[in-house]
């Protein structure tokens, strides 16, 4: 049997990942321009009509589009349109007006309409409400709406450019169950309860028409196809009409789709996510627009620019993302701008591949935002300057502009070193002054780490420290562990080995100024803190020194948080003991180690209540099931490993599919590693096939693009249960599988960049290799195998990875065992036996005993085959011992299959021994040893293996025919081979049945003599 490494992902500390915005079809490259100024002579002419409805008469009133069309009217003229806006217009007006507009956009190249007020759906179109309309205009609609497919396609025919902007997705004004009729005899419609839909032009945009050439169509919905907009607050513009002011000024220096997309992101935003506007667009030339109004300048302008910037990222980001930080930022209180504008500050190229880091990283920054947002108060100061500067970072803050905001507060830090020499030398306001400059580099620490800068954040932690060390306690304290904290971060994801240094001493100076009634429990707060930055250490570094100090530390904690009553802080430290003893574990025979780690999870989760914490409570079952998994490899059987399956099917109580897909995708993927498990320990390939179903899972969510690593130890794990369910099957079909699986995986986990994962992989690729050689009889694969082998070795060595490195040995030996078979040479088992050896240097009975156990059996199996190119029968009699030592370990309830390839070779090493020394004597042995691999392999489950078993029975009873036995002894060896030969048909491997038939025949001879 060969051994494999399955991937199984870290210990939970993740959240969520980031929608795409409006599609926008662009083509070729004609600028389209309009002028801005009466001195502009113009060269190209845009007309547009504004319409705001907010005055009805019979349904209920808007209070917001009369403003809409009025801000909407200024920002178009000076954009250069020729623009004419209405309001409150009942249907004959608002149908003249359209005809109007129609007449008056012949000869011009743009026309855009724009119309703020009710609009519903029904029969195939879109219709607007004039105020006039009542209950009774659904029942006439072609005279008392407006329907908007006629006026497109009539703008169509003759403008260059149509753009139709239509902010009338409000609810349905008219009850739920009235139907709209076109003429009073027509047919009735439902009518749409929310928004609009694709008008009826939209459909053939490129339809050719008489007109000039024309370029094509832009048609903007305020909310997404059948969703409803939100009207605004009373006397302001509504959120698309709030936007399209803000960003369609950008037109001088931005593409028309560009501007479109930052649009559809402000409602997006301002909406808290609420509304997204919608576009159908099919332009054959990219639209810009001349020079615009004037942008807004100072601050704002700084901030805006970099908004836009934002908002144009955001539209680009997958709906999984999206997904991510809206929960992210429902969850944990904070404004959508800024953590999108955290995630913007970060970049695409730095963003962890990994989902769970990436979920922690975007939690920390939620801390921080919100930590900012509560301490914004506290910055106090008599400078104006400094005050203009900080309200505008905090406000850059809130509108994602994060760069724009370190701007502001470097500005403010310089005003503060300006001042520095000047304050007064009273001590009061020296100490006023102190708090108050320290509280600016404080807020510019906080940006810089927001911009994930945590160097520079734990700097001016250092240099806030300075300034109040004489002056405050509680901010001398507050500021030197801020300090420690940034420097470990900053160690942790850099490897900077000095800063993590730098943060142990910070946290040591910290613990000389605790002192007072709390100062027991702000100690053990502080040590654990020290202890988190010691097991970063230790997890680098192959000394185990700092790992265990650390332990040391969480456990004295324990003791002060139990006597408080400080549940969660205790469940904390005691979880994190359970990681280092799991990390610890690793490096270790000793299965003591994940023993205690299993205790202290189950610890932690009596004190992490499903009610109160249940992410917390979920991520906690996920780490007792790694645990599990990770004992049960040391202890052999199956009893764990059904533990493992129990704690992470209660995870997945908790974990939603929708609402947390990476949590959800991690357990799925450890959930289906311990299935493949189970099956390989029950011989069942049921159990097979879910581990199977549970990775397809996981790798719906982990996609390649977005999460490499992830994506790729998803494929390796399934690989690895394709290679054990090939067992139940004769071709290569679920091989052949599992070694593309493997191959993928190899794209992403290159030797230089995770050496460790590589090393995995080969190992595995090694082991599908060997089984498609055995049953190819081919050579050159099996060649291939070993060389897989070989080359995990130069990572997996002995020192680092010592039960990698005898799983290595022993799947060598498995290929090389193979090899001799295939190639009949002897020297081939005598090297499989130097490798089955090599890995019991690692392999003990005390501490693995499974692994022990198998090692023995495959060293009787070589030994058994040199055996017959030997004259004595010593390596036999070895051969036998080995398996019997197997036997001592292996049973049929932990672990049927190797537990009867075990019986079954016993018996024939058995059975070779008494035809070599021509006595019967281990004859009964052998058939019990026989009979007993049967109770496994049956004929309905395997019945290759069953065949093979009812040919060796029938070898033994010829053998004992042979020796003195009865004539019955011969038929009932010729009824064996009968049964064998149906076997080796029912499992459509024919080979071996000549054979069986020359022995048939030969048995039949002897009894006829």
């Given at each position: 049997m060969t051994q494999g490494r399955t991937m199984l992902f870290g210990l939970i500390t993740a959240r969520k990942a980031l929608r795409l915005g409006s599609a926008m079809l662009v083509m070729a490259c004609l600028i389209v321009a309009m002028p801005a100024s009466a001195q502009d002579k113009p060269s190209l002419k845009g007309v547009a009509l504004i319409v705001g409805q907010s005055k009805y008469e019979h349904i209920a009133g808007l209070p917001n589009p009369a403003n809409d069309a009025r801000e909407m009217l200024k920002l178009l003229t000076d954009l250069g349109f020729d623009a004419r806006a209405v309001s409150d217009r009942d249907a004959s007006k608002l149908s003249r007006d359209l005809e109007r507009f129609v007449e008056d956009a012949e000869g011009a190249d743009v026309a855009l309409f724009y119309y703020s007020g009710h609009g519903i759906e029904a029969a195939g179109e879109n219709w607007l409400v004039p105020v006039d309309a009542d209950?009774?205009?659904?029942?006439?609609?072609?005279?008392?709406?407006?329907?908007?497919?006629?006026?497109?396609?009539?703008?169509?025919?003759?403008?260059?450019?149509?753009?139709?902007?239509?902010?009338a997705c409000r609810t349905n004004p008219f009850p739920a169950d009235t139907v709209l009729r076109k003429t009073p005899t027509g047919s009735g419609a439902a009518v749409g309860q929310e928004g609009l839909t694709l008008v009826r032009g939209a459909k053939s945009l490129n339809a050719p028409t008489e007109a000039t050439e024309n370029l094509g169509t832009v048609i903007g919905f305020a909310a997404e196809p059948g969703r409803p907009a939100l009207d605004g607050p009373a006397g302001e513009n509504s959120p698309y009409a709030s936007a399209l002011l803000r960003h369609l000024g950008a037109m001088n220096g931005a593409e028309f789709g560009a501007v479109m997309r930052m649009v559809t992101e402000e409602v997006y935003l301002d909406t808290k996510a609420q509304q997204r506007p919608w576009v159908n667009e099919s332009l054959r030339r990219l639209l810009y627009f001349g020079s615009a109004p004037e942008e807004p300048g100072g601050d704002e302008g700084q901030i805006t620019g970099e908004r836009r910037q934002l908002l144009l990222t955001i539209s680009e980001l997958p709906d999984i993302s999206r997904a991510s930080i809206e929960t992210v930022a429902a969850r944990d209180a904070v404004p959508l701008d800024a953590l999108y504008g955290v995630l913007k500050a970060l970049g695409t190229t730095n963003m962890p591949e990994e989902p769970a880091e990436l979920e922690s990283l975007l939690d920390a920054q939620a801390e921080r935002l919100k930590k900012m947002i509560s301490e914004r108060e506290a910055l106090r100061t008599d400078d104006p300057e400094i005050l203009r500067l900080t309200a505008s970072a905090d406000r850059a803050i809130r509108e994602g502009a994060i760069q724009t905001a370190r701007s502001f507060l470097d500005q403010a830090?310089?005003?503060?070193?300006?001042?520095?020499?000047?304050?007064?030398?009273?001590?009061?306001?020296?100490?006023?002054?102190?708090?108050?400059?320290?509280?600016?580099?404080?807020?510019?620490?906080?940006?810089?780490?927001?911009?994930?800068?945590?160097?520079?954040?734990?700097?001016?932690?250092?240099?806030?420290?300075?300034?109040?060390?004489?002056?405050?306690?509680?901010?001398?304290?507050?500021?030197?562990?801020?300090?420690?904290?940034?420097?470990?971060?900053?160690?942790?994801?850099?490897?900077?080995?000095?800063?993590?240094?730098?943060?142990?001493?910070?946290?040591?100076?910290?613990?000389?100024?605790?002192?007072?009634?709390?100062?027991?429990?702000?100690?053990?707060?502080?040590?654990?803190?020290?202890?988190?930055?010691?097991q970063t250490i230790g997890e680098r570094s192959v000394d185990p020194g700092q790992l265990e100090q650390a332990a040391a530390i969480f456990h004295e904690s324990l003791a002060v948080f139990a006597a408080r009553k400080d549940d969660l802080n205790w469940a904390a430290a005691q979880n994190n003991i359970g990681n280092i003893l799991l990390k610890l574990g690793e490096r270790s025979n000793d299965k003591r180690f994940f023993e205690d780690a299993v205790t202290a999870l189950r610890a932690t989760l009596e004190k992490r209540p499903r009610d109160k914490v249940p992410l917390d409570w979920a991520g906690s079952q996920n780490n007792l099931g790694l645990a599990l998994y990770q004992l049960s490899e040391r202890e052999g059987g199956a009893e764990r490993l059904f533990e493992a399956e129990t704690a992470y099917r209660a995870a997945l109580e908790v974990y939603d599919r929708a609402k947390n897909p990476l949590e959800w995708a991690m357990v799925q993927n450890n959930l289906g590693n311990t299935l493949n498990a189970i099956g390989t320990a029950r011989n069942d390939s049921g159990k097979f096939q879910a581990a199977a179903t549970a990775f397809r899972s996981a790798l719906e969510i982990n996609k390649r693009e977005q999460f490499p690593i992830s994506w790729a130890r998803n494929r390796l794990n399934l690989g690895n249960v394709l290679n054990n369910l090939a067992r139940f099957e004769v071709g290569t079909t679920e091989l052949e599988e599992a070694a593309q699986a493997y191959n993928d995986a190899l794209e992403v986990f290159t030797r230089n960049r995770f050496p460790s994962d590589w090393a995995s992989v080969q190992n595995n690729l090694g082991s599908v290799l060997q089984t498609l050689g055995q049953r190819n009889r081919d050579l050159k694969q099996l060649e291939e195998s070993a060389s897989a082998f070989r080359t995990a070795r130069r990572v997996y060595t002995r020192q680092r990875f010592p039960l990698d490195w005898a799983m290595l040995h022993f799947n060598l030996g498995n290929t090389l065992q193979i090899m001799g078979a295939v190639s009949g040479e002897p020297l081939r088992y005598k090297e499989a036996v130097d490798a089955y050896r090599d890995s019991l240097r690692e392999y003990r009975r005390e501490n693995t005993p499974r692994q022990w156990a198998l090692s023995q059996a495959a060293i009787g199996s070589s030994l058994h085959w040199i055996s017959n190119s030997e004259t004595d029968t010593k390596s036999l009699e070895d051969a036998i011992a080995a398996r019997r030592a197997a036997l001592e370990v292996l049973t049929k309830a932990n672990d049927p299959v190797d537990w009867a390839n075990a019986q079954s070779g016993l018996g024939m090493s058995l059975l070779n021994l008494g035809s070599r020394q021509q006595v019967a004597t281990y004859l009964p042995e052998a058939e019990k040893a026989f009979a007993a691999s049967l109770e496994v392999f049956t004929r309905e489950q395997q019945p290759l293996q069953w065949a093979f078993g009812q040919n060796n029975i029938g070898d033994l009873y010829w053998n004992k025919a042979a020796l003195g036995g009865e004539k019955s002894d011969y038929a009932k060896a010729i009824e064996m081979f009968e049964l064998a030969k149906a076997g080796f048909t029912e499992g459509g491997y024919t080979a071996p049945i000549p054979l069986t038939d020359q022995k048939i025949s030969l048995a039949r001879d002897a009894m006829t003599k």
């Open positions: 209950v009774g205009s659904l029942s006439n609609a072609n005279e008392a709406l407006v329907p908007i497919s006629a006026v497109l396609d009539q703008l169509k025919s003759t403008v260059p450019v149509t753009i139709v902007l239509l902010d830090v310089g005003r503060v070193e300006e001042t520095r020499g000047a304050v007064d030398d009273a001590e009061e306001l020296v100490r006023q002054k102190r708090i108050a400059d320290a509280a600016v580099y404080a807020r510019r620490a906080e940006t810089s780490a927001l911009a994930f800068d945590y160097k520079a954040a734990a700097e001016d932690y250092l240099k806030a420290f300075d300034l109040i060390e004489r002056w405050d306690d509680r901010l001398r304290w507050n500021y030197k562990n801020l300090q420690a904290e940034y420097l470990h971060i900053h160690g942790d994801e850099t490897g900077d080995q000095e800063a993590l240094d730098a943060s142990l001493k910070a946290y040591e100076e910290v613990l000389a100024f605790i002192e007072g009634d709390s100062a027991e429990l702000d100690r053990a707060i502080t040590r654990n803190n020290m202890a988190v930055v010691m």
